[in-house]
């Protein structure tokens, strides 16, 4: 009896320290992340800090290139520039995935107040909007700051009227709804045009334009962006008791589905060259300014990031790719395409990094792994965000160490609702809302230095995640092939 206890008491006091040997192993190899790659980050940094290769690219896509929207000449012509300069840095598996994307056309556009006062005003039509008649429109206007003010007008009041959105800023994800569904909301109350105070919470008279949700079946109306400015003075005017009656002019239209493609490379992996970290951004923008900082620099980020790290022969692990995925901005089938391609081999993509928030002073990432960082206590996702947080310290020397929960992106995110774990790149975001999808999108908003900074960091996460001896997480069970 005696003996089995003290067998007993062995047994347990082997088990404390191998469970304490193992905790420790864990955070050496924690620690020994950072460490390890130490070397190697300091050398892809100081590359990076003086590339001129990505801003060069940068500048020829803005400047000799212009804005891109699908369906357009400009968007296959830089399709083309991409793929041929791939090809002539040396990247590996250059190709050019054929996705078929909608084609929505401007055409001529105006609108104008004609009654209390005559005044022109600047606007945008909305992304995938309807034309008005050959003659315009002309009613009077009707303002609400919310869905609710809308709803108790009634049919009654807003029917062959055109209904301003005169709604405040409240950050893009709260106040784009406006943009999105008040159209169909508007046209089941008979309105026949929508105006929309621009996206944004500063304004220099510049409208926003962006895509509108358009579903089957839904009735839909004219609708387009005004500036801060003029909806804020239809407001008063109307608070005044005045009517205000304005025309709207819009040529919209859609044309049948045209031809399109994802640009990807790689450089492909030296021991697993079947598991792939995947970055990028979206090659298309809407069709004003210069697509500079949306996304433009999130492309070229990614692009040079790979690019530098074969001119520095660094080969990882696993394979590392950069996508240059298409029509974002008014589909996103680009990213629906790439995971099409993936199909049931999702489960070797084993993590994916997205830039599509400008290029202002970068500060880190966010990461996400769908399903997983809704439960804060995970130990799962806790253990690839610690792993993620040591990969961010390497960067800490240019201010732009911090990992923190919740990131990915619009192209990266039909992978990851499938598992793949997401990292969304992270900036200071202090005016990307002050030139978002306006004609002020040029490259002269862009700091070539924050540019660098961020190939620097896509160059340092990508090619660390590509490396490590082991995945993030292991992969989950393969979902059935789309």
């Given at each position: 009896?005696?003996?089995k206890?003290k ?10 320290l ?6 420790g192993d864990?955070?050496?190899?924690q620690t ?6 130490r070397?190697?980050?300091?050398k892809?940094i100081?590359a990076a800090m003086?590339?001129k ?9 803005t400047t000799?290139?212009g ?19 791939m090809r002539?840095e040396?990247?590996?598996n250059v190709?050019?995935?054929a ?7 401007r055409?001529?556009?105006?609108a104008?107040v004609?009654?209390?006062?005559e005044?022109?005003m600047a606007?945008?039509g ?5 034309g008005?008649p050959?003659?315009g429109?002309?009613a009077?206007v009707?303002?609400v700051?919310?869905?609710e ?8 009041k ?5 209904v301003?959105?005169?709604m ?14 008040g ?8 309105a026949?045009?929508v105006l ?7 304004s220099?008279?510049t409208p926003?334009t962006g ?6 079946g839904?009735?839909?109306?004219p ?7 003029d ?5 008063r005017?109307?608070d005044?008791g005045k ?9 919209a239209?859609m ?8 640009v990807?490379g ?5 021991e697993?060259p079947d598991e792939?970290?995947?970055?990028g ?8 300014g210069q697509?500079?900082?949306d ?6 980020s990614?692009w040079?990031?790979?690019?530098l790290?074969?001119?520095?022969g660094?080969?990882p692990?696993?394979?590392l790719?950069?996508?240059?995925w298409v029509?974002e901005e008014?589909?996103?089938r680009?990213?629906?395409a790439?995971?099409?391609m993936v199909?049931?081999e999702?489960?070797?993509h084993?993590?994916g990094?997205?830039m599509d928030?400008?290029?202002e002073?970068?500060s ?7 399903n997983?960082?809704?439960n804060?206590n995970?130990p799962?996702?806790?253990?690839a965000?610690?792993?993620?947080q040591?990969?961010?310290k390497l960067l ?8 923190t929960?919740?990131?990915g ?11 793949m774990?997401?990292l969304?790149?992270r900036?200071a ?5 002050d030139?978002?999808?306006t004609?002020?999108d040029t490259l ?9 900074k961020?190939v ?15 995945r993030l997480v292991?992969?989950a069970?393969?979902?059935?092939p789309?």
């Amino acid at each position: 009896m005696r003996n089995k206890s003290k067998g007993r008491a062995a047994l347990a006091v082997a088990v404390v320290l191998l469970a304490m040997g193992s905790a420790g192993d864990a955070r050496g190899q924690q620690t020994s992340l950072t460490d390890a790659y130490r070397a190697t980050a300091d050398k892809i940094i100081a590359a990076a800090m003086q590339d001129k290769g990505g801003w060069d690219k940068l500048n020829y896509l803005t400047t000799q290139i212009g804005n891109r929207l699908a369906g357009s000449a400009t968007l296959e012509r830089a399709v083309r520039w991409a793929a041929e300069t791939m090809r002539g840095e040396k990247l590996d598996n250059v190709r050019v995935q054929a996705v078929k994307v909608p084609h929505w056309v401007r055409g001529r556009e105006y609108a104008q107040v004609v009654a209390p006062v005559e005044k022109p005003m600047a606007m945008l039509g909305l992304g995938m909007s309807v034309g008005t008649p050959a003659k315009g429109i002309t009613a009077p206007v009707v303002v609400v700051t919310t869905f609710e003010e809308l709803e108790a007008l009634g049919r009654d009041k807003v029917a062959g009227r055109i209904v301003l959105f005169d709604m405040p800023w409240q950050g893009y994800g709260r106040t784009v709804r406006f943009r999105s569904s008040g159209h169909m909301r508007a046209a089941k109350l008979g309105a026949v045009a929508v105006l929309i105070r621009s996206v944004t919470g500063r304004s220099l008279y510049t409208p926003h334009t962006g895509a509108m949700d358009v579903k089957a079946g839904e009735p839909t109306v004219p609708a387009a962006a005004i500036t801060v400015e003029d909806a804020a003075w239809i407001h008063r005017m109307v608070d005044a008791g005045k009517e205000v009656r304005v025309k709207l002019y819009m040529e919209a239209k859609m044309l049948p589905d045209a031809d399109s493609a994802n640009v990807m490379g790689e450089i492909t992996g030296s021991e697993k060259p079947d598991e792939v970290v995947v970055m990028g951004g979206h090659i298309d923008s809407w069709d004003v300014g210069q697509g500079a900082e949306d996304d433009g620099s999130g492309i070229i980020s990614a692009w040079q990031a790979v690019t530098l790290l074969r001119q520095l022969g660094l080969r990882p692990r696993r394979t590392l790719r950069v996508v240059l995925w298409v029509n974002e901005e008014n589909g996103g089938r680009g990213g629906e395409a790439y995971r099409a391609m993936v199909g049931a081999e999702i489960g070797k993509h084993v993590a994916g990094i997205e830039m599509d928030g400008g290029s202002e002073k970068p500060s880190g990432f966010g990461f996400s792994i769908v399903n997983m960082d809704r439960n804060a206590n995970d130990p799962r996702y806790q253990a690839a965000l610690a792993k993620v947080q040591q990969i961010g310290k390497l960067l800490e020397g240019i201010g732009a160490g911090e990992v923190t929960p919740g990131g990915g992106g619009s192209d990266i995110g039909p992978l990851m609702r499938d598992g793949m774990p997401g990292l969304g790149l992270r900036t200071a975001g202090e005016h990307y809302f002050d030139y978002h999808h306006t004609n002020a999108d040029t490259l002269d908003k862009v700091d070539p230095q924050n540019v660098r900074k961020a190939v620097a960091m896509l160059a340092v996460m990508g090619y660390v995640l590509a490396d490590m001896p082991e995945r993030l997480v292991e992969a989950a069970p393969a979902p059935n092939p789309r």
